[in-house]
């Protein structure tokens, strides 16, 4: 017994030791220029550019907590390890970024460090943040130099033991962080290299639409080959695969719209995804969607993501009395729905998906596309929690899934209650 602790023990001596050094090796590797000279006035065009780069980023959705200050910060971010809390991007010299030079923000976005050098949770993902200009981030913190100050201290992360040491964030980052930066491709047209800059970097689309390992990281910032959501439990899914979001075969308006307005002939969005939509992508410019729409449409395919063994499910069996009593009414009896009211279920890729997370919540939590200024006033589907048992919830949802000409898997109890009462 003595001996298994002393082997124990030392195996932990050895993983603290690599720990020093990989966190010595990372303070030595930071060559970022420091600069205390305070930085010129913007100018007018530089403030704007950077007024736009925030809502591309939708860096208010993260730093600005429910009814606080804009980009004051005290907003908790969850993660599978704790809570980190977005901090203060005022420039309120106390609490928020008021001291930082423009070569400090530009080392926070680039290599994911504070002023003081300390090392930067990736729940602020600059993994993607990386691979902005330096003229964008000193747009951005021309920008945010220019908004109202707010004194608020910033509250301390909630992480549990280990992931809340420094140490351990060092291990972590020479594992799955190089700094690094967007390159032009020159095979590809200016475009679609834009879009790639926008979906890749400030638009940290992969940060939802890929999936991640124990330790929270993603293959990287071109994997978007879709993904479970931490926390939130919502599927980002593949914008890869023709049998979830690829949107290879889409009309090219059809994107712009989806993103513009948060709903297109295709499709809308809801969850997470109508969150960036609302607080982000509804105010880009048209050439700048056009450009992601053309990047996304020419993301190599990858296989369809396999769904489970397909059985028919009864026409006349308790999923079908649910639906013809609860959804037939707007979904019609043969799941057609209303176009451009509402969604038809048959022949619907986001009803038939392997990962059923996004159903649940829709039917449970209600399907709200975002208001936005294309589409103020759009659509919704009231929620079913008080209304359907899981059992219920399974059978309605089995049933959707197998009739129409539907091929997708029978939902299971234990999966509606995986994802009941999640966010």
Same mark, same amino acid.
């Given at each position: 017994?003595?001996?298994?602790?002393?082997? @124990?023990?030392?195996?932990? =001596?050895?993983?603290?030791?690599?720990?020093?050094? $990989?966190?010595?090796?990372m303070n030595l590797r930071d060559e970022s220029p420091r600069s205390t000279t305070p930085a010129p006035l913007p100018d007018a065009e530089q403030v704007s550019r950077g007024a736009y780069l925030a809502l591309a980023g939708n $860096?208010?959705?993260?730093? &600005?907590?429910?009814?606080?200050?804009?980009?004051?910060?005290?907003?908790? @971010?969850?993660?599978?390890?704790?809570?980190?809390?977005?901090?203060?991007?005022?420039? +309120?010299?106390? &609490?928020?970024?008021?001291?930082?030079?423009? +070569?400090?923000?530009?080392?926070?976005?680039?290599?994911?460090?504070?002023?003081?050098g300390r090392l930067l949770y990736p729940a602020f993902p600059y993994p993607n943040y990386t691979r902005i200009t330096r003229a964008d981030a000193d747009a951005l913190h021309a920008w945010l130099r220019l908004v109202p100050a707010?004194?608020?201290?910033?509250?301390?992360?909630?992480?549990?033991?280990?992931?809340?040491?420094?140490?351990? /964030?060092?291990?972590?980052?020479?594992?799955?962080?190089?700094?690094?930066?967007?390159?032009? +491709?020159?095979?590809?047209?200016?475009?679609? +290299?834009?879009?790639?800059?926008?979906?890749?970097?400030?638009?940290?689309?992969?940060?939802?639409?890929?999936?991640?390992? %124990?330790?929270?990281?993603? &293959?990287?910032?071109?994997?978007? !080959?879709?993904?479970?959501?931490?926390?939130?439990?919502?599927? *980002?899914?593949? /914008?890869?695969? *023709?049998?979830?979001?690829?949107?290879?075969?889409?009309?090219?308006?059809?994107?712009?719209? =989806?993103?513009?307005?948060?709903?297109?002939?295709?499709?809308?969005?809801?969850?997470?995804?109508?969150?960036?939509?609302?607080?982000?992508?509804?105010? =880009?410019?048209?050439?700048?969607?056009?450009?992601?729409?053309?990047?996304?449409?020419?993301?190599?395919?990858?296989?369809? #993501?396999?769904?489970?063994?397909? !059985?028919?499910?009864?026409?006349?069996?308790?999923?079908?009395?649910?639906?013809?009593?609860?959804?037939?009414?707007?979904?019609?009896?043969?799941?057609?729905?209303?176009?451009?009211?509402?969604?038809?279920?048959?022949?619907?890729? *986001?009803?038939?998906?392997?990962?059923?997370?996004? =159903?649940?919540? #829709? #039917?449970?939590?209600?399907?709200?596309?975002? %208001?936005?200024?294309?589409?103020?006033?759009?659509?919704?589907?009231?929620?079913?929690?008080?209304?359907?048992? &899981?059992?219920?919830? !399974?059978?309605?949802?089995?049933?959707?899934?197998?009739?129409?000409?539907?091929?997708? !898997?029978?939902?299971?109890?234990?999966?509606?209650?995986?994802?009941?009462?999640?966010?």
């Open positions: 017994m003595r001996r298994r602790l002393t082997t @124990v023990a030392a195996v932990l =001596l050895l993983v603290a030791a690599l720990a020093i050094v $990989c966190l010595l090796f $860096c208010m959705g993260c730093h &600005t907590a429910p009814g606080g200050a804009p980009y004051a910060g005290g907003r908790g @971010v969850p993660t599978p390890f704790g809570t980190v809390m977005a901090p203060n991007l005022t420039p +309120d010299e106390k &609490t928020g970024i008021g001291a930082w030079s423009a +070569d400090d923000f530009w080392r926070a976005l680039h290599n994911g460090r504070s002023r003081n707010v004194e608020q201290a910033n509250p301390p992360h909630a992480l549990k033991f280990p992931f809340n040491q420094q140490a351990a /964030l060092a291990v972590w980052r020479a594992l799955y962080f190089r700094p690094g930066q967007h390159r032009p +491709d020159p095979q590809r047209p200016p475009e679609v +290299d834009r879009g790639a800059y926008l979906v890749e970097g400030l638009g940290h689309c992969n940060a939802c639409h890929s999936s991640r390992n %124990a330790l929270g990281a993603t &293959t990287g910032p071109l994997d978007l !080959a879709g993904g479970l959501i931490p926390v939130q439990n919502w599927y *980002a899914p593949s /914008l890869t695969a *023709a049998n979830e979001a690829s949107m290879a075969a889409w009309e090219m308006q059809d994107v712009v719209d =989806l993103l513009k307005t948060g709903v297109s002939a295709r499709g809308s969005v809801a969850g997470p995804m109508g969150e960036v939509v609302r607080g982000s992508t509804q105010h =880009l410019s048209e050439p700048d969607l056009r450009a992601m729409a053309m990047y996304l449409k020419a993301l190599p395919q990858s296989a369809p #993501v396999v769904a489970g063994e397909v !059985a028919p499910y009864a026409a006349t069996g308790p999923g079908a009395k649910l639906y013809e009593r609860h959804c037939a009414t707007c979904h019609g009896d043969a799941g057609e729905g209303v176009p451009g009211v509402y969604p038809a279920l048959a022949g619907n890729r *986001a009803v038939t998906m392997p990962q059923v997370a996004n =159903l649940v919540h #829709v #039917v449970l939590e209600g399907g709200f596309a975002p %208001a936005t200024e294309g589409n103020p006033r759009p659509y919704g589907m009231p929620p079913f929690a008080t209304v359907l048992s &899981t059992e219920e919830t !399974a059978q309605l949802l089995s049933f959707v899934r197998a009739s129409w000409g539907n091929r997708g !898997a029978a939902v299971s109890a234990l999966e509606v209650e995986r994802f009941r009462g999640t966010k």
